[in-house]
């Protein structure tokens, strides 16, 4: 009955593994708690859990199974709160597959399937309570394996399909689009570049190049693992290399570095960021919920930015082979354009590599 893995995922960025039960689908709404021991037939046909997903604080739940769904009183169902399922998603610690009862007459996910609503069981319900009690009620997200790809890969939604040139420029920028902006491309073109746009997920070994750009894009960096195994593959060269954003993380992770999710991300045009072993700050340009973490730096790599607010890490860079990224936006659109140079120091690094 029990049959595929699925994960809870809440706005607070932690995440749960469960098994999935009931009706096979991903779904989203605010997750809330009920303390009740028995009932959920009830619970789960109250109009006013509509758009809620439902954690049951009791361990186990669907022992008893369905009572009589075409039971009436008085024209009214007698068994049930309304018509159908309100809640958007069901969360139980345990799930019994063994049902029983003399008034039964079907399962829990039988139940769930006939009103398409999903089920996820193999939670720590107790823990979970205990943070929603502290944190607050907060948005979630049940997915479903078979979905995950479709789910996670945000870049695969934001990025082009196929390979795409701009420009009949001196230097050839291959530029891994996981999202990127409109500026981006403008700042290459702008600098006498020939700019080699591709897929997220494109193996671009054999590809003809002066220089590699990460872009920016959605998501959490730790799900792009085609992208970064591809990178990780060049990183044996010396061709140079530039990541914005996500990129910077992409091109981390790929060297040795790990990535952790904010508390709250950075997402404004006056982000102060100042340039390591200098007193020289920036104002910067920053959209992204995710950091890469300092506290283990990989042999040959340093930390080249950081951001004044809260310390983070704001940048990477590897002097030795000329790869370096940074978290913030350099081409703005909109904000400053302090660290619009950044450009002009990739596409020196690309001189300097091309002259020997």
């Known amino acids: ?6 994960k809870l995922i809440l706005e607070d960025g932690s995440i749960y593994e469960a098994y999935s039960f009931g009706y096979e689908k991903s779904s989203a709404g605010e997750i809330v708690f009920n303390t009740s021991m028995t009932g959920y037939n ?31 009183k008085n024209n009214i169902k007698k068994f049930y709160e309304s018509d159908k399922i309100h809640v ?15 008034n039964m007459e079907k399962t829990l996910s039988e139940f769930l399937k ?15 309570t205990k943070k929603l009690r502290k944190k607050g009620t907060m948005l979630c997200k049940i997915i479903i394996s078979d979905e995950m790809t479709e789910n996670y890969y945000l870049g695969e939604k934001v990025s082009i399909k196929k390979k795409n040139i701009y420009g009949n420029g001196k230097y050839k920028i291959l530029l891994i689009d996981c999202g990127v902006k409109n500026n981006i ?4 073109l702008e600098r006498n570049c020939t700019v080699i746009r591709v897929p997220w997920n494109y193996d671009f070994l054999n590809e003809d190049y002066d220089g590699l750009f990460i872009s920016n894009g959605p998501g959490n960096p730790k799900e792009y693992k085609t992208t970064i ?11 140079p290399i530039f990541g914005i954003c996500l990129g910077n993380q992409l091109l981390g992770l790929a060297a040795g570095f790990d990535t952790h999710k904010l508390k709250y991300g950075h997402r404004s045009n006056n982000q102060p960021v100042i340039l390591s072993g200098t007193n020289r700050c920036f104002i910067t340009s920053q959209n992204h919920g995710y950091v890469i973490d300092s506290k283990k730096i ?3 790599w340093k930390i080249l930015f950081k951001n004044l607010n809260d310390n983070t890490c704001e940048g990477l860079i590897n002097y030795e082979k000329f790869f370096f990224s940074v978290q913030f ?8 354009i302090d660290t619009q140079f950044l450009f002009d120091v990739f596409l020196n690094f690309i001189k300097l590599k091309t002259n020997n």
């Open 88 to 102: 958007s998603g069901l969360i139980t610690s345990y799930y019994s597959d063994y049902e029983f009862h003399w």
């Open 329 to 336: 936006h350099p081409e703005a659109s909109s904000g400053p």
């Open 114 to 128: 006939i009103n398409q609503i999903v089920g996820i069981s193999g939670i720590d319900t107790r823990s979970l």
């Open 185 to 188: 491309i403008r700042c290459f």
């Open 298 to 300: 990989p042999n040959g």
């Open 42 to 72: 009830e619970s789960l046909t109250d109009p006013s859990y509509k758009g809620q997903i439902l954690v049951f604080t009791y361990p186990l739940i669907g022992n008893y199974g369905i009572p009589p769904i075409n039971s009436y």
């Open 1 to 6: 009955m029990i049959n595929k893995n699925a």
């Open 229 to 239: 195994t591809n990178i990780r593959k060049v990183l044996k060269f010396k061709k």
